[in-house]
């Protein structure tokens, strides 16, 4: 498979066009680092290692190696870079890797670590447009005991399905993994799905994460992210698409002139949305939303907030 180049509403993005989620690809890539071990290599792995064998397995996936590129600037945060993308013109996936090696584990620096694993996941969230980003993480047994510790006194927890990082608990952590994060991104709410959890061996194990774009503080009704990270033009119009025929679903199942935007998420999941949670809630409160609290976000009339986190269909 060559990977075409779409924008996520233009795609029926099952995961067979996009081997960046599957789970046989990142089996592929543990078993390679595995195999690489049980030859004596161990010692000579490095995070740029994982990259190509990551690059391996997608390209044994069908994706055309011509498409990969490494080291790609970051368009929002500056002079960041993303470890590994698919795509030329417009990436389409980006993928994080982060395999921290500490030689001496009785003084690693394990807050440093800490904040460059969570920069990553921050990274990626804060990417603009309608891509899929991926965090590929090498944990060693030493780092796992140590984030364990880190569940227990911050609540940070990375070793779960559904990987939420709140800002109240990040700005709780050492100053020395929030200074790595950087005050601009630890306001922020990120949101993850692990898609895969595999053991390379008794001291190693590959976690790979979806991660959702940037999320902002906010209560349950007003979301505002800033215009860096709200979809493209062309993206946010297939969602207002596919927000629109779900509100029009909601509506007539219930009988009612007024929905929630909960009932238009978990409409648009059953519908099997690529739309993340939070793409969708921006896009009701903020962008469809002619009364929104922010009205300079505002791109079409198509809804009106009716009460607090109740909105209905706007009259012509």
């Not at 994080?96 to 090696?101: Q, S």
């Not at 008794?202 to 979301?223: G, I, K, M, N, W």
């Not at 978990?266 to 809630?281: C, D, K, V």
């Amino acid at each position: 498979m060559t990977p075409r180049h779409e924008h996520a509403d233009e795609d029926s993005t099952g995961s067979g066009a996009r081997p960046w989620l599957l789970q046989a690809v990142w089996a592929a890539v543990a078993a390679e680092v595995r195999g690489h071990r049980e030859r004596g290599f161990g010692s000579l792995l490095t995070e740029d290692a994982v990259r190509f064998c990551v690059a391996r397995a997608l390209a044994a996936a069908g994706v055309d190696a011509s498409w990969l590129r490494v080291e790609v600037a970051h368009p929002v945060l500056k002079g960041a870079r993303i470890d590994l993308v698919v795509g030329i013109d417009q990436p389409i996936a980006l993928m994080e890797l982060k395999y921290p090696r500490e030689p001496n584990p009785a003084n690693a620096a394990w807050t440093m670590t800490l904040g460059e694993v969570l920069k990553d996941l921050y990274r990626l969230a804060a990417y603009p447009g309608a891509v899929d980003r991926v965090f590929v993480y090498v944990e060693t047994a030493h780092l796992r005991r140590y984030m364990t510790g880190v569940v227990a006194r911050y609540g940070v927890n990375l070793d779960t399905d559904t990987v939420i990082l709140r800002p109240a608990a990040i700005n709780a952590l050492p100053s020395t993994a929030t200074a790595i994060i950087g005050p601009q991104l630890v306001v922020h709410q990120v949101t993850a799905q692990r898609l895969a959890l595999l053991p390379i061996d008794e001291s190693l194990r590959l976690a790979v994460y979806q991660v959702d774009p940037l999320t902002p503080p906010r209560d349950d009704d007003a979301l505002e992210l800033p215009s860096s990270a709200v979809p493209t033009s062309t993206a946010r119009a297939g969602v207002r698409r596919e927000i629109l025929a779900a509100v029009h679903a909601v509506l007539t199942r219930s009988g009612s002139d007024t929905f929630t935007p909960a009932e238009i998420v978990a409409e648009m999941t059953r519908r099997g949305t690529g739309y993340a949670e939070s793409t969708i809630r921006t896009m009701i409160t903020a962008h469809l939303c002619r009364n929104a609290p922010d009205n300079a976000t505002t791109t079409y009339d198509d809804l009106e907030r009716t009460d607090r986190g109740r909105y209905r269909l706007a009259a012509n």
